[in-house]
């Protein structure tokens, strides 16, 4: 039993490219500022688009020549490695150059949500300094873990997930 690196490799292109088109399709229709409140709800349905092409190029694998669990899982993670190579250079330049003032329209939702809160003008004011200075502060250790989360976390687990529905294939396996 041998896993085809290139078909792999290729799940894994189209899912950092499908994470691009939707961080544009995102900014393009406002919904990374102006409609946040709106566009958070698409932030979190975009797990289908990993869960989606993990679970197809597992699938692939599977039907080609039969796939163990631990080949299920390297499989996983090279979808999901290909796709942060693509995907990582993208959200730089997207928060750099595309699109740099994209953290004020999250400052100004946050701000909506406590005073309607009821909080004081003085603890709001606190906590946007904090929001502000955090992605300064934590920048190094973001990219740490937003790369274990999107190569190995999310992959295995969805590795595991497709356990359910993907069964062995036997008959081409040796």
Same mark, same amino acid.
């Given at each position: 039993?041998?896993?085809? %690196?290139?078909?792999?490799? +290729?799940?894994?292109?189209?899912?950092?490219?499908?994470?691009?088109?939707?961080?544009?399709?995102?900014?393009?229709?406002?919904? =990374?500022?102006?409609?946040? &409140?709106?566009?958070?709800?698409? =932030?979190?349905?975009?797990?289908? *688009?990993? %869960?989606?092409?993990?679970? *197809?190029?597992?699938?692939?694998?599977? +039907?080609?020549?039969?796939?163990? *669990?631990?080949?299920?899982?390297?499989?996983?993670?090279?979808?999901?490695?290909?796709?942060?190579?693509?995907?990582?250079?993208?959200?730089?330049?997207?928060?750099?150059?595309?699109?740099? =003032?994209?953290?004020?329209?999250?400052?100004?939702?946050?701000?909506?949500?406590?005073?309607?809160?009821?909080?004081?003008? =003085?603890?709001?004011?606190?906590?946007?300094?904090?929001?502000?200075?955090?992605?300064?502060?934590?920048? +190094?250790?973001?990219?740490?873990? &937003?790369?274990?989360? &999107?190569?190995?976390?999310?992959?295995?687990?969805? &590795?595991?997930?497709?356990? *359910?529905?993907?069964?062995?294939?036997?008959?081409?396996?040796?």
């Amino acid at each position: 039993m041998s896993i085809n %690196l290139v078909k792999s490799m +290729k799940y894994g292109v189209l899912m950092g490219l499908g994470f691009c088109f939707y961080t544009i399709m995102m900014w393009l229709t406002k919904l =990374d500022s102006a409609y946040l &409140s709106i566009g958070q709800y698409f =932030d979190m349905a975009i797990i289908i *688009l990993p %869960l989606a092409i993990i679970s *197809l190029g597992i699938y692939q694998q599977n +039907k080609l020549n039969g796939i163990t *669990l631990l080949q299920r899982v390297f499989v996983a993670i090279l979808i999901g490695a290909v796709s942060f190579v693509i995907y990582n250079p993208f959200l730089y330049l997207y928060h750099h150059v595309i699109n740099p =003032d994209w953290f004020n329209a999250v400052l100004a939702l946050k701000e909506i949500e406590l005073t309607k809160g009821g909080l004081a003008q =003085d603890l709001i004011a606190a906590q946007l300094e904090v929001m502000r200075n955090s992605p300064v502060a934590q920048a +190094k250790m973001f990219q740490l873990s &937003s790369m274990i989360a &999107s190569v190995l976390v999310i992959p295995i687990l969805i &590795s595991f997930i497709t356990l *359910l529905f993907i069964k062995k294939n036997n008959n081409q396996a040796n």
